[in-house]
């Protein structure tokens, strides 16, 4: 069994993912599985705009001293596996646009608006209908109204709705739960360590593994880094990839250090990696779950 990595290549890693990396590797690692890393480039148009990016991601996770097992998988070439899983499952044809779902659903969840099935009973003709306004449809899967509980190593038994959540997007591209689902799947992840905002994503993918026959995955969601307002971390907090600190003058052991004294670990020293079995026991740190508050890394 396996834990992974699985980041989307449109922007170079940053300090949090770079953390998250590290702590997904030490919980695999440290518990005798596999890990694995993943290159989730399914939105070929953003992937394209930002050229390089997958390559200097495996890079700035091999100079933090993370490996991985085995080739890296990229999802771009499992379209059509991805709509093959798709097609097993009880779907529809969904026509709505973004504004319509959001003007249709109640109070959002966070940031995720619950699909209120408007599509859900479209008859044979009203599909054609609406193919004849030149709507592409998305295929969404029916879910009946289902809740799932999963399991966080740190949040608990977390229940959630799941609604009839998109499979395939109208231009065809495989959504991310479905193609997220069917590769833990394939790729024997039992574990998924990821930041904290993908919690809410945990219950529906969860219902998702078990229609598709896979088993679900034990849960942890750490803490994501934050600015010092308080919004996840991005480009413009200035230096915050490994490669802009590096044109500071930092080393990747000292973006290392950092990261350590980010999750309250003891500093490791100047040519030292983080060990897996040596820092399993700090994985209870009461910071790793918590967010980072990333304040001026380079100062
Ligand atoms: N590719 C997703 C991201 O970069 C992570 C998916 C996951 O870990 O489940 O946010």
Not at 136 to 145: E, F, L, T, Y
Not at 206 to 212: D, F, M, R
Not at 218 to 221: D, I, M, P
Not at 259 to 268: A, E, F, N, Q, V
């Given at each position: 069994?396996?834990?992974?990595?699985?980041p989307t290549?449109t922007s170079?890693?940053h300090?949090?993912n770079?953390r998250t990396?590290?702590?997904?590797?030490?919980?695999?690692?440290?518990?005798g599985r596999g890990?694995i890393?993943r290159?989730?480039?399914?939105?070929?148009?953003r992937?394209k705009?930002a050229p390089g990016?997958?390559?200097r991601q495996l890079?700035?996770l091999?100079a933090l001293?993370i490996?991985?097992?085995?080739?890296?998988?990229?999802q771009s070439?499992r379209f059509d596996?991805?709509?093959?899983y798709a097609?097993?499952?009880?779907?529809?044809?969904?026509f709505?646009?973004?504004a319509e779902?959001a003007?249709a659903s109640?109070?959002?969840?966070g940031d995720?608006?619950?699909y209120?099935?408007?599509?859900?009973?479209l008859?044979?003709?009203?599909?054609?209908?609406?193919?004849g306004e030149?709507r592409?449809?998305?295929?969404?899967?029916?879910?009946?109204?289902a809740?799932?509980?999963?399991?966080d190593?740190?949040?608990?038994d977390?229940?959630?709705?799941v609604?009839d959540?998109?499979?395939?997007?109208?231009?065809?591209?495989?959504?991310?739960?479905?193609a997220v689902?069917?590769?833990?799947?394939?790729?024997?992840?039992?574990?998924?360590?990821?930041g904290?905002?993908?919690l809410?994503s945990a219950?529906r993918q969860?219902?998702?593994?078990?229609?598709?026959g896979?088993?679900?995955p034990?849960?942890?969601?750490v803490g994501l880094a934050?600015?010092?307002?308080?919004?996840?971390?991005?480009?413009?907090?200035?230096a915050?990839t490994?490669?802009?600190?590096?044109?500071?003058?930092?080393?990747a052991t000292d973006?290392l250090?950092l990261?350590?004294?980010?999750?309250?670990?003891?500093?490791?020293g100047?040519n030292?990696l983080?060990d897996?079995a040596?820092?399993?026991?700090?994985?209870?740190?009461?910071?790793v779950?918590?967010?980072w508050?990333v304040?001026?890394?380079?100062?």
């Open positions: 069994m396996a834990g992974r990595f699985a290549p170079d890693l300090l949090g770079l990396a590290l702590l997904a590797w030490v919980m695999a690692r440290s518990t890990f890393v290159i989730e480039d399914l939105d070929q148009a992937v705009a990016v997958a390559q890079d700035d091999a001293g490996d991985w097992d085995g080739d890296v998988l990229w070439q596996l991805y709509r093959q097609a097993t499952l009880d779907t529809y044809e969904c709505c646009s973004r779902i003007a109640q109070a959002p969840h995720y608006r619950p209120p099935g408007t599509c859900a009973k008859t044979r003709a009203q599909r054609a209908a609406r193919r030149g592409a449809p998305a295929i969404r899967v029916r879910a009946g109204g809740f799932m509980t999963v399991h190593v740190h949040a608990g977390v229940t959630g709705a609604d959540f998109v499979l395939i997007r109208g231009d065809g591209t495989p959504a991310y739960n479905l689902v069917v590769d833990d799947g394939l790729q024997a992840v039992d574990q998924v360590v990821r904290a905002d993908l809410t219950p969860a219902w998702l593994a078990t229609q598709l896979f088993p679900v034990t849960f942890a969601h934050v600015n010092s307002s308080g919004v996840r971390l991005a480009k413009r907090d200035g915050v490994l490669r802009a600190l590096r044109e500071q003058g930092f080393e973006v250090g990261i350590t004294d980010s999750l309250g670990w003891p500093r490791i100047a030292e983080v897996a040596r820092h399993q026991p700090l994985l209870d740190a009461p910071a779950w918590a967010p508050v304040t001026r890394p380079a100062s």
